[in-house]
């Protein structure tokens, strides 16, 4: 079935039991609601098949290039189907903040520039989005490579632990990937989108901390697919942002005993190198200013992220690990490319719940340095 037909497709049963019957019965085209927003950085050498299977799905795109100095900006006007905002300078994720305020449909398709989206699943993200106001967040199943693998990141958050309480159907999350996401632009908007200060590593974390607090709802919903093609070039670059990122958040958002609790944590956990170092070094020179931000989130919701920690603290490492869990060496003396496996399962459990270690999640190229 082509995407111009699952466009306006009348769907009548609910095989998955997520979507409640009728919501999909449809004649507005997904077209008039769905903007694509794809951030980009010195990746000309992918970018190609990546906007293929975007112009695949028939909706608007705006490509948002966070000052590349490669050859991006030339495959990108050799497209015609495109609008492009070219940012001076890389503001990490924040560029998205630039595409959701061009955009002009209620909802937001979130894309990097190493993955794209199966156009099947979108109409159910966006009937559920319809039929829930609050809802602000659909976080799609990720499969992994030309393989297709279930990225851990899925299967934890298939897994929730937390109780549906607001009568919207989807695994509850308290965060999400951010490039595997369907959001609501009137709820981004509302909490003003991306910090330009977390720049990158774990940046969801803070965003959905703003979201959930305000009142917003965040859901996985596997009927929506995002086919994801990891880049490990620039992970060494990302793990000490990732964690000042995770500690900023803590004691930005989390009561003071979770935070110290986290921070413990983290510290403990991280293997100790140069990024551990270069981490702690860039958290300590931002705590004049996380403290003038800081706004601890109510009791209710940070025992509810408490659940989430207690599978953290469960998976902990050695306190003395050392190993750099991206460029181990294996017999063959050959870097060990464990993106696709090890790297995910330790990351899938802190991304999605917003108790998120984020200096673990070395597989997505995050769009800044390839």
Not at 204 to 213: N, Q
Not at 325 to 352: E, F, K, Y
Request: with cysteine; charged share 25%; glycine share 8%.
């Amino acid at each position: 079935m082509s995407f111009e037909q699952i466009n306006r497709v009348q769907i009548n049963r609910n095989p998955h039991g997520l979507v409640p019957d009728g919501i999909l019965d449809r004649n507005r085209p997904v077209s008039d609601q769905v903007t694509v927003v794809l951030l980009t950085f010195n990746c000309a050498h992918r970018l190609v098949p990546v906007l293929d299977h975007l112009r695949d799905l028939g909706l608007p795109t705006i490509v948002v290039d966070n000052a590349s100095v490669d050859h991006t900006a030339d495959v990108l006007r050799e497209r015609g189907d495109l609008e492009v905002i070219a940012l001076p300078v890389n503001i990490g994720a924040a560029g998205r903040n630039h595409g959701v305020q061009r955009a002009e449909t209620p909802y937001v398709l979130f894309c990097d520039d190493d993955g794209w989206w199966q156009p099947e699943g979108l109409p159910a993200a966006v009937a559920l989005l319809d039929a829930h106001p609050r809802l602000a967040v659909v976080n799609a199943r990720i499969l992994v490579g030309e393989q297709g693998r279930l990225d851990a990141i899925s299967v934890e958050m298939a897994d929730s632990p937390l109780p549906e309480r607001a009568g919207i159907p989807g695994a509850v999350l308290m965060s999400f990937m951010g490039g595997a996401i369907l959001i609501r632009r009137a709820a981004y908007l509302e909490v003003s989108g991306y910090d330009p200060a977390f720049f990158m590593g774990g940046e969801e974390e803070t965003l959905a901390h703003k979201l959930v607090r305000t009142g917003w709802h965040l859901r996985y919903l596997p009927e929506v697919v995002m086919r994801h093609y990891p880049s490990v070039a620039n992970a060494p670059h990302l793990r000490a942002h990732g964690m000042r990122n995770t500690l900023w958040n803590a004691w930005l958002h989390r009561g003071a005993f979770s935070a110290v609790r986290w921070t413990v944590f983290t510290l403990v956990d991280t293997p100790k190198n140069g990024d551990w170092l270069r981490g702690a070094a860039m958290a300590v020179k931002g705590i004049r200013w996380v403290a003038r931000q800081r706004r601890p989130m109510s009791r209710q919701l940070d025992a509810t992220l408490t659940v989430l920690d207690r599978r953290r603290f469960a998976d902990r490492r050695s306190l003395f690990n050392r190993i750099d869990p991206v460029r181990s060496r294996g017999r063959d003396g050959q870097v060990v490319n464990r993106a696709a496996d090890q790297l995910t399962q330790v990351a899938g459990r802190r991304s999605w719940n917003s108790t998120f270690n984020p200096h673990h999640r070395d597989t997505p190229d995050r769009n800044q340095v390839d």
